[in-house]
């Protein structure tokens, strides 16, 4: 072998050494900072004393630029620099760690007499996005949290309960993949209030209500045990918890859904006399999470409506002719829509886009022999979350594939 044959040999050696190092050599350790959610509540006070503690690894946070409300959030302090500018509330706590403290109003009435969140001398219900305000994290780069929600309850408050999975230590576990900021959303439940649970497949199931209230809630669970299985194979994605509170007056008299939660008024049927259902609207918003961009809101609201009806007929509590007289029910309410493109969809207009996407199932069950339908379009949407008619096509092709001429209809120009 010449020198530089045995030099070039050598020298591949080396860099094939080098790179196996590198390729054994461990990932770096995770940056990762605890943070510690405090909610204490007060029976007759309309408000919530709110602590956001970062604690361990707080070196990774250097700022959290908060949303705050001047009408619901209040009395702000903290440890470390703290400057109000309007809507926003600019934090920058301690590498040490350090403690923002606020008030937060909970009662709030959507129209004269009626409320989504409301606290009295006996129970609270109220969204944890409204209390603790949402923020902007500058972190270290490849930081993330480990976040935790404890409440301080009065006495004689039994109970409270959350979207979230709880702790050994009693507290309830924040983590959402998705954001490196963790922060407890979705509604939350308290004081006098019984609770209702169940393992389902993949999901906790819990349903929460004032004792006394009127809210069935063996009924509702019941009702959850029957249609999930069919909620979790249509759209495979299921939360590990879900939490339905109830109340009766003075609550608005609806349906809210949060990111793992939701609110149904005690006097709301699970399945109206039209054979639709609040309940399960509700709850396939809160499992596709799909959202509409401008003028596709009917995309959102029309898949939801469509799997309101779907799923229980899937699950055998509705016959093909209760089907079908539901189909025309829907195109009945839907008659005069001339177009689904909307900022925000209408009742009508929900129901007439739940119509178009059972023609587009029915479409791609035709075309596919029965191998694919609408579900298969839905999980893609599922991937995007915020999703156009542009979005709706693409998938309904590549499900397809080729051009699902359901949605050519003049609705949708």
Do not use: C
């Amino acid at each position: 072998m010449s020198p530089a044959t045995y030099a070039r040999s050598a020298l591949a050696a080396l860099l094939l050494a080098i790179g196996g190092l590198v390729a054994a050599a461990p990932a770096p350790a995770p940056r990762v900072f605890h943070v510690d959610y405090g909610i204490a509540l007060t029976p007759g006070v309309d408000e919530a004393v709110v602590t956001i503690r970062i604690g361990k690894g707080a070196e990774h946070v250097r700022r959290l630029n908060f949303r705050i409300d001047p009408k619901r959030h209040t009395q702000l302090r903290a440890d470390g620099e703290l400057a109000i500018e309007g809507n926003r509330a600019i934090w920058q706590p301690p590498a040490r760690g350090g403690t923002l403290t606020l008030h937060s109003k909970i009662n709030h009435q959507r129209r004269k007499g009626d409320y989504d969140a409301h606290i009295n001398r006996s129970w609270a219900i109220f969204r944890g996005d409204d209390v603790i305000p949402a923020a902007k994290a500058r972190l270290a780069k490849g930081a993330t949290s480990r976040a935790h929600l404890r409440f301080a309850l009065p006495p004689g408050w039994t109970n409270v309960d959350t979207g979230w999975p709880k702790g050994e230590d009693g507290r309830f576990i924040i983590d959402n993949p998705q954001r490196a900021f963790d922060r407890p959303v979705g509604w939350m439940i308290a004081g006098e209030v019984g609770t209702r649970r169940d393992q389902v497949g993949a999901t906790e199931l819990a349903v929460g209500a004032p004792k006394g209230s009127g809210l069935h809630r063996l009924d509702v669970l019941t009702f959850l045990n029957f249609v999930w299985p069919e909620m979790e194979s249509a759209l495979g994605k299921v939360p590990p918890k879900l939490l339905v509170v109830g109340a009766a007056d003075p609550m608005w008299r609806g349906g809210l859904s949060s990111p793992n939660s939701m609110f149904l008024h005690a006097e709301r049927p699970l399945v109206s006399e039209n054979g639709t259902s609040a309940l399960l609207h509700e709850l396939v918003h809160i499992v596709t999470r799909v959202r509409g961009q401008p003028k596709d809101d009917w995309i959102a609201e029309g898949i939801a409506e469509f799997y309101a009806g779907e799923l229980l007929y899937r699950a055998g509590g509705m016959s093909e002719a209760r089907h079908d007289k539901l189909r025309r029910w829907l195109l009945d309410w839907g008659k005069d829509v001339k177009s689904l493109r909307l900022d925000r969809s209408t009742g009508p207009v929900t129901a007439r886009a739940a119509v178009l996407l059972q023609d587009l199932d029915r479409e791609i069950r035709r075309r596919t022999d029965d191998r694919r339908d609408l579900d298969d379009v839905v999980r893609k949407l599922m991937r995007i979350g915020k999703v156009s008619l542009a979005d709706l096509r693409t998938a309904a092709q590549e499900v397809i594939g080729g051009k699902a001429t359901t949605l050519d209809s003049p609705l949708l120009r």
